[in-house]
């Protein structure tokens, strides 16, 4: 199965709505950022905790920088 109807399934599983082409970038980066800051668990986490947060992706990825840099 590919990846975006993964997503997609998933989403509906949940009762929300899949991620626009813009919020999957965003989501792509943040766990890049955490990947590369420490390791690669720390990515599917730190989309987690984003998840909860209810921070736009702008916020989220300036907590992730400086998460990782301390």
């Known amino acids: 199965m590919e990846p975006e109807q993964w ?3 998933f ?4 009762g929300i709505d899949p ?3 813009e919020e999957v ?11 590369h800051s420490s390791a690669r668990t720390a990515a ?3 989309c987690w905790i984003a998840g909860k947060t209810g921070l736009s992706a702008t916020e989220l990825m300036e907590a992730a920088r400086r998460a990782g840099a301390e």
Do not use: M, S
């Open 44 to 46: 599917p986490i730190a």
């Open 7 to 9: 997503v997609r399934n």
């Open 25 to 35: 970038t965003r989501l792509l980066e943040l766990a890049a950022e955490a990947a």
């Open 19 to 21: 991620p626009d082409d």
């Open 11 to 14: 989403a509906a599983e949940t």
